[in-house]
């Protein structure tokens, strides 16, 4: 028997604005000697369960929605029943493309699709579409191109009026090479990772959103010290109100002041939302890292329930707070040691050990498509979908009413 997990990757562009999420979909298959699906059919249910179970807007925002599709979905054999204003065809790397398959993507793109050529690693791959005018996007894979190679791909093929994406950018390195070449866009994990640089120093705005984290997350912090500490902005007052008085909560009645708002979430939540709300407010950050923050932060909750913890708070607040060290650009190791946590959650924070950190390793591989870990965290991988699809919405909808910004603004 097979399950079916679907990730997802946020594509960026040149303001580090996410404009797309690449869906990352495989079959796992929980008995390891059985062959009994194939692309095909991973395709057609990842399909399914992406715009069936939680919807396009839900799982992209007002983007666009990247898909692999095998040969046989390109040719024709299987229908392509999406929106084509909102997708972009993948042309898998391993596809041969033959006269067959440009007539097949000449009549998606008569059809309104754009289209993507996945993993370039060389100008030899674009050849025989240099000139059709049918690809949109190259996506050239930084990991396996030749570095000799990469300026003249990208010269050919914005020479020819294709848009470049740059795959795999996993380090300041590869982001400031990339942006000088003239890349489009951007995906991989460097615009969701600290941008440590040794020697620099924190910026103010920065220091000042950590020490109100430290007193935020005070346990010896009662309910005038907060509110009085939450009073004193007025951008903070209106975020924790905003939020309360959220669909979230579903509460009888309007909250109209700070410590009615606290003594009504409890300190607890208090904390990780204040500390989401101040890291929103630090300039130069995706705004894809509160999202990513939210996502992680409702994923490791619930997966703690499903694992039969009562009260998941300590989930919730390690997935929260798994981007501290991308939205500070300072090792997670200075940021336990400057806010009071359990030593459980700071395990698992920085070594992602423990059950805690398990389950935020857990997370962490299903939003890098990394399914072999997935497979290994013991959680059945139909609980597991459920619970993304649902992290997925629940981000949306709150990023939204609280935020006021869509998923990919």
């Known amino acids: 028997m097979s399950e079916l997990l679907v990730g997802r990757q946020p594509i960026f562009n040149r303001n580090k604005d996410v404009i797309g999420y690449e869906l990352l979909y495989r079959a796992l298959q929980t008995d390891k000697t059985a062959n009994i699906t194939n692309g095909d059919y991973a395709t ?79 100008a030899s791959r674009i050849t025989p579409v240099l000139r059709s005018g049918l690809i949109n996007v ?27 994406l740059a795959e795999k950018v996993e380090t300041l390195e590869d982001y400031e090479l990339c942006f000088r070449l003239g890349f489009d866009f951007f995906q991989g994990y460097y615009l969701c990772k600290p941008n440590i640089i040794k020697g620099r120093r924190m910026e103010s705005s920065r220091l000042i959103v950590m020490r109100l984290l430290a007193q935020v997350t005070d346990p010896k912090a009662d309910f005038s010290a907060l509110e009085s500490l939450i009073s004193q902005d007025v ?40 500390m989401l709300i101040m890291m929103s407010t630090v300039e130069d950050k995706p705004h894809e890292l509160t999202n990513i923050a939210l996502q992680r932060a409702k994923m490791c909750e619930m997966i703690g329930k499903a694992l039969g913890e009562a009260q998941a708070e300590s989930y919730f607040l390690t997935g929260l707070f798994s981007v501290l060290d991308a939205i500070m650009d300072i090792p997670m190791t200075e940021v336990v040691a400057s806010i009071p946590l359990t ?65 990919n603004s």
Request: hydrophobic letters at 45%.
């Open 44 to 122: 057609t249910q990842v399909l399914l369960n992406t715009f069936s179970e939680i919807g396009l807007d839900n799982i992209v925002g007002n983007g666009f929605a990247f898909i692999n599709f095998t040969r046989n979905f390109l040719v024709g054999k299987y229908p392509i029943h999406l929106p084509p204003e909102r997708i972009v065809i993948e042309v898998l790397e391993d596809i041969s493309i033959d006269n067959h398959l440009v007539d097949s993507l000449r009549f998606l793109k008569s059809s309104g699709y754009q289209i993507a050529l996945d993993d370039v690693v060389s």
């Open 138 to 164: 190259v996506k050239i894979d930084l990991r396996n191109i030749r570095p000799m190679l990469l300026a003249d791909t990208v010269q050919t093929c914005k020479q020819n009026g294709m848009l470049l």
């Open 235 to 274: 951008g903070l007052s209106y975020k924790l109100l905003k939020l309360v008085n959220s669909g979230y909560y579903s509460l009888p009645t309007t909250v109209k002041s700070i410590r009615q708002a606290i003594s009504l979430i409890g300190l607890s939540q208090l904390r990780g939302w204040m």
């Open 343 to 407: 030593e459980e959650v700071i395990v698992a924070l920085t070594e992602h050990k423990g059950q805690i950190g398990l389950v935020l390793k857990t997370v962490l591989a299903i939003e890098q498509g990394e399914w072999e870990q997935v497979i290994n965290s013991g959680i059945q991988s139909a609980i597991l979908r459920s619970i993304y699809f649902e992290s997925i919405k629940w981000a949306h909808i709150l990023t939204e009413e609280v935020y006021g910004q869509s998923a």
